[in-house]
Structures are given as structure tokens and as C-alpha cells.
């Protein structure tokens, strides 16, 4: 990582409150005599600049702090107004939280938009970028179109919010990140506003805020297939509404990289270009497992200074799509760096690839999966740590029905860019099931690398608007994508597609899928997009990443031995198998101003191998901010649970905020919401 001191300009740093337009229907979005908080970043320069946004609402004064300071500061030593705002209702922007990306938030995003054009330091033309949640809304607000947006950057973000996200996948209903992150979001939403920034209000705001907050999960698990609500805000329905030119960035280790591959093939290939790499859900230049990462910034400031200040740097001259090839690689839970090679394809779909089919061969097969299968699955988000990727999937694949084709010896590589394509015929004797499908590259000793994976919902088999029952006892054919990879299986491999019927945590099972299904192999295949290594064409560089200074940020030392990240526990006797898990966003730190911010997380999800109703999801967390100096020390501790039985979610949660020793707010949910067939 180079970290760089000089810039071709000097820069100045002031936080500012943008006033949202008047009036007082939450509806209609409306912002009331709301004002939103804002950092901006300003080159010292007598002309006016370019503005970039990055919108979030994970709190620019501590939470995404450290991550600002690595690029804010260097795109206005570039010649850019660099600002980064908080969603109303979070971090030091007023208002109370809403759910994500509604109507409001977009409004104000387009707000916001508006303002920062009209002020004397900029020339009215505007750019947005951010990842995750920036990226989403980056694309939502793009799709609103104000008009001086001119370009985004879009990094680990979706266009398909139903199909794409934490919530479902497949048609089936995401166990592992639906109730972690609105486990996640219920903590962060009750966070107080900083006593610094916002003055002797922060407790009547921070009350006002506690009174408007409901679990996420609610409204997430109402929505059982894609209705009107997942709709709000999915780019996928309609490309054309996106005027503004898009970067759209991914990671073959996130969970959104298939975003970028309908993107480059859905909008204008002379606005539009994509980017995926073998990273996990992080920006490509910040360095973390796995690796290789790029000069990120000096990509996007070519992007920047085409489309933002006009600059003929032939940035549209590079291929379509740029993406990595991951060479094959033992198993491991997390890789410095994976060895490949970077491609460049002028469009997607590409003619450097062909669908190539294997047929399954042999008799029908049972496939009655015991119910913690996917404990090896990974973490669904892996964001660099030790234990985010899949081990060895020998256990998974002993659990599974595998078809496999060797690579010959003589034959060389097959090397595939894009989404596999399943297709089997199966045979159902309860209305509902899933089937997860995993492509492995398993090497000559036997280990059996994760390559990607997809998932379908038997119910959802005729649309993700829907939910069909499974004739009973009837045979039928389906298909499903499996997501996108880049990666070279060489000869002496063999390619494994392993077949299961349950796929705990990530998807929860459903009453009666501890039968399973038969698949016929006679009617079955996997298609897979092999790429022609011979069309790699010029090669494709980039340069070594650099960012400006750190904010300095200080991890104090402790004693305490370190929670494992990812722990498997199985009771024998009862055959339930326990998976606990840390998910390591931040720990302890002291940030410059002075505040000591402390978290601490603990996801525990548990199932009986044979019993698909034995699932249960149980999260906590606690947040504690302390600012010694002004006497401040506040704590929020949440709790989440999810169990279910045949008709619903039983679902449970609790928030307890306090000022020091004092209990300022307490409250619980309980619920329990209707299942349909997911």
C-alpha cells in the first residue's frame, strides 16, 4: 500500500448540515426541516469542482471514519469536493431511521444530489460512489435520475433486491444474513447521536430516534416472494430509468458479484463498464484477504475525470469487462492473495465464451441431505477475516449427490467466466424442497475446493413472483444459474457438481424436506461458460494501490483471549449441531476526537439433523460509546431470536439503551409471521 502526502492540491475539511426540502409527509419523502449531516472535503482552488457523494447510514464520525480518511481526503487532493453524508435518522443527521433504501432516504439522496450542484465551490456536476448500502443506493438514485448526476461507482452492490441481497436466495428464505443484518441493523439504528457534534439535544434526539425503531425483520419476512416491495428500488426492473454512466465493481468472494454481469449487459455499453476481482465485500485497493488488490482510487479518478470533467483519458477504451481468472488453489479459509491472471472481454455476454454441457450420467439418486449440511458453507459476507471462506468441502460433498468430469491430461485447462447453469429433472414426494448446487474443483489428492454455488426454491421454480407447490410424486425439469466465477480448472482435476437438499445456515429448511428428492441423471446436466484463454487479447494492469494518510485510529491491547471467529459444536446424543459465530466488525477503538467506541457481536445458529423445524437464529449485541472528557457513556444491548414451526417465524427482540447505569429505553417484540413456501 503506498500512502500518499502529496496531492496536486491542498485541501480543507468542514462539516456542514444539508437542509432537506420543507414539508411533512414521511410518504412522500419529505424532509420537514430535516437536515442531514455532511463531511466534506475541499481542494483549496479559486475554480469550482466536480462533487462526489458517498451516502451511508453507518456514521462518518466513527463507524466508517477509518475508511473515509482513505479516500475522501484523496479524490479532493485530486480536484474533487468529497463528501460524505449520513442517512437521516442515523450517526449526526436528523430525523428518525426508516427502513432501507425507502422512498425518503432516495428522496433525500436526491436532495442532496441538488445541493451540493448548486454550491459556489462546484460546477454542478456530481458523482456517486460507495459500497454495500452506497452502492445500492447509488444505483437507486441513479435510476431517479436528478439531472446532475453524471456518472456512479458502484462497488458489492445489487440491482436485484429479492434475489440479490441478505434476504432471499433462490426463492428461499437467506437463515444466515436475513436475521444477521437486521440483528445488525436493530443495533445499529438504536445508536445515539455524538454529544460533540450535535450539542446538549443528543438525548431527546436519541429518544426520538429509539421511539421510530422496528425490526427490520418484520417487514423483510412479510415479503415471502418478489411483490411490489422488492421491486422499490431493484435497478433489475428497469436499466433504462439509469441515465447517469456506471462503474460497476465486484468481488468473486461477495456475494453481489453477479450484479456487475447483468449490468455491463443491460445498460449502454458506451456508459457503462464493469470490474471483478477475487475480493471479498471490501473496496478493491483496501489490501484485504483475499487478494490481489488494486490502485482502486486511480481507477475511479480516470472514471471521475472522463465523465466529470471531460477529460479524453480513454477510460470507455478499456474492454467491457475486466475480471480475474483465479488459477486452482487448495482449499482455505482465507488466501493473501490467489494466484491468476486478469481478462478483458469487450462485452457481456462475451464471444470469448461458449456454453459447454456435462451430462450427468448413471441411476436415479436419493437426495435426502441431513439437515446441517452447510455448516462448511462459509461466511455469506466474507469481509477479509481468518475464517470467512469454505474449508475443505469433502464433508459437504459426503453429504451430497456428485456428478464429475475429469480434466484430461492432455486436454488443457477449462477455464469458465460467468454463471453455471443447472439443469435437473427431479422428483418430489412433498409440495415443497430446495436444492443447493456447488461446483468443486477437486484435485488429485481428493481435496474439494468451493468454486460457486446457487440455490432454487422448488416453489419459486416458475418465477420468484411465486409459489407453485411441487406436484406430488411427479417428475419435473428445472434450471438455475449458479453465481458468477472466473476460474481455470486444470488437467488431472476432476469438476464436481455436488447436489444436496438442505444447506443450514444459509437456507432455511422447510417441514418435510428431511425426505428430500430423486434426481434423474438421464434428464440432468450442468452447463458451464468456458472461456478461450487464447482471446485474452492485451493484457490488463492496474497500479499498486495507494490511498491518502490514516486517521490514526488506536486498537488498545488486551489480556482476553481473542473469541474464535467460526466454532462448530455437535451434541451427539441429541444430534444438534451448534455453529457460533463472531463476526468481527470492529472491536474496541479510540478515535481521535477522543471517543472510546467499543462492540461486540455473537451469531448462534442451531439445528437437529433430522428435524427441519429445530432451526433457531439467536444474535446479540452491545455497543458502548464513552467520551471521557464531556463525562458521556452510553450503551446499547439487543437481542434476536427466529424459530419456526410448519404454519410461521416465531420471532423475538429486545433493545435496552442506557445512559451510564440508567435504563433510558426498553423495549420488546415479540411476533409471529405466517410462512409461505420459502
Partial sequence: MIIRTDFPYETIREDVRIP???????????????????????????????????????????????????????????????????????????????????????????AVVEWLAAQPWCTGSVGMFGISWGG??????????????????????????????????????????????????????????????????????????????????????????????????????????????????????????????????????????????????????????????????????????HWLKGA??????????????????????????????????????????????????????????????????????????????PPDQREEDAKSACFEFPVGEGSGPVEILGRPVVRLRLRMDVPYGQVVARLCDVAPDGSSTLVTRGVLNLSARQGRDKAVPWPVGSYEDVHFELNGIGHSFPPGHRIRLALSSAYWPWIWPRAGSERGWIVDPAGSAVELPVRDPSSDGEPVLFEAPEQSEPLGV????????????????????RGVWRLEVDPRYGGTRVYPDGLEFSEDALEVYEIQEADALSARTHSEWTVRLHRPELG??????????????????????????????EVLFHRTWERRLPRAAV
Fill in 554 to 573: 488506536v486498537f488498545p491491547a488486551t489480556l482476553d483471549e481473542p473469541r474464535p471467529e467460526r466454532v462448530v459444536v455437535r451434541d451427539v446424543a
Fill in 136 to 305: 445500492f443506493n447509488s444505483l437507486q438514485i441513479a435510476a431517479l435520475a436528478p439531472e446532475p448526476l453524471k456518472a456512479v461507482v458502484t462497488v458489492c452492490s445489487t440491482d436485484d433486491r429479492y434475489d440479490n441481497d441478505v434476504h432471499y436466495m433462490g426463492g428461499s428464505l437467506l437463515a444466515v444474513d436475513m436475521h444477521a443484518w437486521a440483528a445488525t441493523m436493530l443495533a445499529f439504528s438504536s445508536r445515539p447521536p455524538d454529544p460533540l457534534y450535535v450539542g446538549e439535544g443528543w438525548r431527546d434526539q436519541w429518544l426520538s430516534r429509539l421511539g421510530a425503531v422496528e425490526p427490520l425483520l418484520h417487514t423483510w419476512l412479510s415479503h415471502q416472494t418478489r411483490d411490489a416491495y422488492w421491486r422499490h428500488g431493484s435497478v433489475y426492473e428497469d436499466y433504462g430509468a439509469v441515465r447517469a454512466a456506471v462503474l460497476a465493481v465486484g468481488g468473486w468472494h461477495d456475494p453481489y458479484r453477479d450484479t456487475v454481469l447483468r449490468l455491463v449487459s443491460a445498460l449502454p455499453a458506451d456508459r457503462v463498464r464493469g470490474l471483478i476481482g477475487p475480493w471479498s465485500h471490501q473496496y478493491p485497493d483496501r489490501g484485504l484477504p483475499p487478494g490481489p488488490a488494486i490502485g482502486f482510487l486511480q481507477e475511479t479518478l480516470r472514471w471521475w475525470d
Fill in 20 to 110: 432537506m426540502p420543507g414539508g411533512t409527509s414521511r410518504a412522500e419523502g419529505s424532509g420537514g426541516g430535516i437536515e442531514l449531516y455532511a463531511r466534506v472535503w475541499r481542494p483549496v482552488t479559486d475554480e469550482p469542482v466536480p462533487a462526489l457523494l458517498e451516502y451511508l447510514p453507518y456514521r462518518l464520525t466513527d463507524w466508517t471514519a477509518p475508511r473515509d480518511w482513505q479516500r475522501h481526503p484523496w479524490y479532493a487532493g485530486h480536484g474533487y469536493a468529497s463528501v460524505r453524508v449520513d442517512v437521516r435518522g442515523h450517526g449526526c443527521s436528523g430525523g428518525d431511521p426508516g427502513d432501507e433504501y425507502d422512498a425518503r432516504e432516495l428522496a433525500d439522496g436526491v
Fill in 632 to 661: 458521556w457513556d452510553v450503551s446499547v444491548v439487543t437481542r434476536s431470536e427466529i424459530s419456526c414451526d410448519e404454519g410461521g417465524f416465531v420471532t423475538s427482540n429486545e433493545v435496552v439503551c442506557r445512559e451510564g447505569d
Fill in 312 to 389: 479524453d483519458n480513454g477510460v470507455m477504451g478499456e474492454p467491457a469487462l475486466r475480471s480475474w481468472i483465479s488459477e486452482s488453489h487448495p482449499p482455505a479459509t482465507t488466501y493473501e492473495t490467489l494466484p491468476g491472471r486478469w481478462v478483458g472481454d469487450p462485452s457481456w455476454p462475451s464471444p470469448n465464451v461458449d456454453p459447454v454441457t456435462y451430462a450427468f450420467q448413471g441411476a436415479p439418486v436419493i437426495v435426502a441431505s441431513p439437515q446441517h449440511t452447510g455448516l462448511d458453507a462459509g461466511r455469506f459476507f466474507p469481509f477479509g477475516n481468518d475464517a470467512d471462506l
